[in-house]
Nanobody, 121 residues
Framework: QVQLVESGGGLVQTGDSLRLSCAASGRTYVMAWFRQAPERDREFVAAITEIDHARYYAESVKNRFTISRDNAKNTVYLQMDNLKFEDTAVYSC?????????????????WGQGTQVTVSS
């Protein structure tokens, strides 16, 4: 397991952009973002692998969000463009050494504390 610290959340308007960052205390194979809106289950947003930077996205964010990572800094980023009201949620970073099922919460054994993203309509 590693320690994860997120930053970059905030209050924005519909159509705005925001970038989240998550710094890990060590190397991880896959890093991901999940989110949880009020009164809803936590859901997968995006994931990226360490070596080939393979990317995986939820359909709801595809073509609007971009996940990237800097392995030298053990940091993953989530660039969120054209934000919508329904993107409002607590965004959490997750990490794992597992090499499968990147869309499942159970794959990840390290989690950050979460950062709030609020999109006003």
């Amino acid at each position: 397991q590693v320690q994860l610290v997120e930053s970059g959340g905030g209050l924005v308007q519909t159509g705005d952009s925001l970038r989240l960052s998550c710094a890990a205390s060590g190397r991880t194979y896959v890093m991901a973002w999940f989110r949880q809106a009020p009164e809803r289950d936590r859901e997968f947003v995006a994931a990226i692998t360490e070596i080939d930077h393979a990317r995986y996205y939820a359909e709801s964010v595809k073509n609007r969000f971009t996940i990237s990572r800097d392995n030298a800094k053990n940091t993953v980023y989530l660039q969120m463009d054209n934000l919508k009201f329904e993107d409002t949620a607590v965004y959490s970073c997750a990490a794992s050494q597992r090499r499968f099922n990147f869309r499942l919460m159970s794959t990840y054994d390290s989690w950050g504390q979460g950062t709030q993203v609020t999109v006003s309509s």
